[in-house]
């Protein structure tokens, strides 16, 4: 297929900018072997990767062929340079520790056969994604491999997706913060915004709301008096305010099943850095083939322009189109002149081009479509809606337990109760729990309840009624909505509008969250503001306004959804008064 | 202490045999018991009776193969496997509700076609 898995970013420069210093760090760490090489990846990093460069780009470098990373497969070419790119993870590092060893065994079995094979001997690189950590060397140490390999480390940050959202890419970052206390992923995100800085020149403003906002912040500011501060001044602050939301403020929006096209295509498909892997008849080719990655990014306008709205109205649109384009076609019987049929035929690309992405939309809906058509699927959308407003449909979840309905589903209709109803009675939370235990088996999930209730997700009354004063305040819950001609936020899921981004809708008014202070109260985390001066020219008169508007960025830690990502999208469009540019740890759902 | 336990329950899934596991379930089970999670030890223990009798299956009838590990697929798959006295021994053991023991029947009747026995029931 002729279109880019990379994203085109043609109107942002910094982000392209940041793009391709990603890029030429990748390439030294390629060059730093000489020769013809192979790659080894941890599978969690070639989707990143692919967002960097193309693969063609790589094998220029030399690269022989990229492998995985996994648990059984030991190692085998007949290369010489092996070059390991993997996050700072004790597991993976053991895996390739062990790959080392075994190769280094076999050499010298060979070598104690036939002395003069000794230049036969392979070496090693490992780099780690974003830096080095003490317990992996440690770890490298006690295979006893570290004295015999080069390590070294691939500052990979922000990775630009469209050219207004860009991502970490690293998983877990919520559940290592605030389960398992390792805050390595928040210093992580300070550094991504200190990179942005030098881009974009200094963030005069920075709010945030939640424990992990506020380390954030502080964390940046510090590496800031750290650098020499007047070093950044020549640069015009083009971002105004910075907007930093802890998952944990909003654990209500991402247990719902979101409701717009790019965000049912994410529940359903599961979108990995803008890829989806598809069945080969929805791209038009032979059934039963191997799945195909497909890129889903602006690249495609006809995507650019449905993939925010919501799944409801699709199929009207989807239809138009269809026709739009059967008479852009006909009219190549109207072509009378040759210039005329010269035009027609400058077309025809990019006709072709619209047709072919017409229909692997229109397949893909279908597929969508079947499956938001099921009873069970409506009624899930039902009882979500029921729980926002206040109702504790119990029997129904009881119900998904006793059918063996995916256990994911159920987790996030509990999660989703004791968030709006301040937890489930004793009586049924050990109901519940026990049902799930047995129904779906102690070994598979024990820990994992343990684990939602230290995160306070699942929990036993504890009489914080703080549902139905936040649903008033940030007007979490819309009535007679108008999903064909939407006003509010709310289209994203048929009526819930996500509280993080009615926060940061907040925060883009004057006086702001200051108004909202008592409602703020009810959330967990403190709010704060703070200013930060840029050495020389100080004050905020300086920043840079695109199209006569100012641009938050708004850094999601912990997580972003789809849903939330077209929210904030039609706030640029609609009511805002600003541009924005969405920053986050990872692009989720409800089910990761 | 309650991450010792958890620790404890890791470990005991590692072990290659059912036999080797219990006693590390149990001392889980312990250490739940003596930071008053009352849910948790009842829950370890639940799952020491569950395994127990899991080997015991194993042994009498060894044609059954049970996939997956849980309460309720162990009853499905006794009921496919005509064992009706081994199931209802289950459901005292792990008072499974009535509830959801329908449903459990419906659907296992079902698998096995045993249309009489689901008109009956």
Redesign the interface.
Known sequence: MATSMIPNLADSENLQALRDHARSLLFEVVQSMSGKKVLVLDPALTGPFSLICEWSQLRELGVEKVYHLSPIGSLETPVKNVLYIIRPRMSLTRMLAQQIRKVRKEEQEKESRDPSRRDAVKSFSVFFVPRRTLICEHVLEECGVLGDITVGEYKLDLIPFESDVMSLEMEGVYRECHLDGDRSGLFYVAQSLMRLQTLFGVIPNIKGKGVCARLVADNMIRMRRELNVGADASIPSEIDTLVLIDRAVDTFTPFLTQLTYEGLIDEIFKIRCSKIDLDPEIVGKDAGGPKVAHPLNNNDSLYAEIRDLNFGVLSAILNARAKQLQETYDKRHDAKTVSEIKDFVKQLNTLELERKSLGIHIRIAEKISEITRTQAFMQQIRTEQEILAGGEPLDYI?EC????EPLEKVLRLLCLLCATSGGLKQKHF?FF???I????????I??TL?NLEKLGLLRKDDSNKSWQKLRKAFNLVVDDLNEHKPEDIAYTFSGYAPLSVRLIAAAAKPNGWRALEDSLKLLPGPAFEETQTSGANSGSGNVVRKGGRPTTLVYFIGGVTYAEIAAIRFLEKHDSSCNYLIGTTKIITGDT | FNDQAAVNIIRAYKQPTIERAIPLLSWAKKQYEQNNFAFHAKSVEDEVKFLKFYSELQKACPEISVLGTSVSELLHTLIVNDQPKKAKKVIELFNVPDQRYYWININALAEKGDWHALLAF
């Not at chain 1, 337990?401 to 063996?404: A, G, M, P, R």
């Not at chain 1, 235990?437 to 598979?444: A, K, M, N, R, S």
Request: cysteine-free; aromatic content about 16%; glycine content about 4%.
């Open positions: 009881e337990i006793n059918k063996q050990d729990r026990r049902e235990l047995q129904t779906y088996g102690f070994q598979q024990f820990l343990d």
